[in-house]
C-alpha cells in the first residue's frame, strides 16, 4: 500500500523565519494531498487541499508544492510566528486499498518568539 | 472552529468497560469516518460510512466495536470491552465525498 515519509519531525524557527517541511508518498496514482494542522489536544484543521493537477498553492503565507515526478508534497510556512507552532501533518488519498488517506507522521513545529 | 462536533472530549474507563464516542458530521455531509490516532501520531483507519451503510471497516472494528450512522442522530463509536491498548485519541472526520476530510476535536481515551 501507499507508504508517506514525512520530515523533519521536529523543527524550531525564530518568528519571522520560514518553516519548510516535505513529504514522499509512494503510490503514482495518488490524486489529492492535503496538509492538516494539529493544535495541542485538538484535532486535525485542514490548511490546504491539492488536487495532481496543480503544481503549485498558495494561501494566506502558505505555499504548496505538489512534484509529482518525484512524488514529495511540501509545505512552507513563511513569516511564522508564535501561533503557528503546533503538528502539522501531510496526508494523501490514494484510492486504494480500503483506507482511502495516508497521513505522515506529523512534523512538531515551535516558533520561538 | 470544526463543524464536526464530537464528544465528549475527555473518556476515561476501566479495562473491561464500554467505552461510547459521538460524533456529529458537518451538516450536509453523508460521508464519516473514524480514525485513532495514538501517541506517536499513527492513524488507525477504523471505519467509515456512507450515510447510514458502512463502506469499510479493519477487522479490529468489525471484532471490538460497535459503530453506527443513524438518521437524524449522531454517529457513535463504541468499544465493547476497552483494553490499556485502545487509549488513544480518536477523531471522526466527515465529508462530502471521500476526498476530503474535516475532523473534529476528538476524543480522547484513557483505559486505566
Known amino acids: 500500500g501507499e507508504q508517506v515519509e514525512q520530515r523533519p519531525p521536529h523543527l524550531s524557527v525564530r518568528e519571522g523565519d520560514s518553516a519548510f517541511i516535505i513529504c514522499t508518498y509512494t503510490d503514482s496514482a495518488t490524486a489529492y494531498f492535503y496538509w492538516y494542522k494539529q493544535e495541542p489536544g485538538a484535532g486535525l484543521q485542514l490548511l490546504m487541499s491539492v488536487f495532481s493537477n496543480v503544481d503549485r498553492k498558495e494561501e494566506q503565507g502558505l505555499t504548496v508544492l505538489l512534484n509529482k515526478k518525484d512524488k514529495r508534497l511540501s509545505l512552507n510556512l513563511t513569516a511564522a510566528h508564535p501561533g503557528d507552532s503546533a503538528v502539522y501533518f501531510c496526508a494523501v488519498n490514494s484510492n486504494t486499498g480500503y483506507q482511502n488517506f495516508y497521513f505522515g507522521k506529523g512534523t512538531s513545529l515551535t516558533v520561538i518568539p | 472552529n470544526s463543524k464536526v462536533i464530537q464528544t465528549p472530549r475527555y473518556l476515561v474507563k476501566g479495562q473491561g468497560q464500554k467505552a461510547k464516542m459521538r460524533c456529529i458530521p458537518e451538516?450536509?455531509?453523508?460521508?464519516v469516518f473514524w480514525y485513532q490516532q495514538n501517541k506517536n501520531n499513527e492513524f488507525k483507519f477504523l471505519i467509515n460510512f456512507q450515510n447510514q451503510e458502512v463502506l469499510q471497516q479493519i477487522d479490529m472494528t468489525e471484532k471490538r466495536f460497535s459503530a453506527e450512522c443513524p438518521s437524524n442522530s449522531p454517529c457513535s463509536l463504541e468499544i465493547q470491552s476497552s483494553e490499556a491498548g485502545d487509549s488513544a485519541l480518536y477523531l471522526c472526520a466527515s465529508s462530502l465525498d471521500t476526498n476530503t476530510l474535516y475532523f473534529g476535536a476528538g476524543t480522547r481515551l484513557s483505559v486505566l
Open positions: 451538516k450536509g455531509h453523508p460521508v
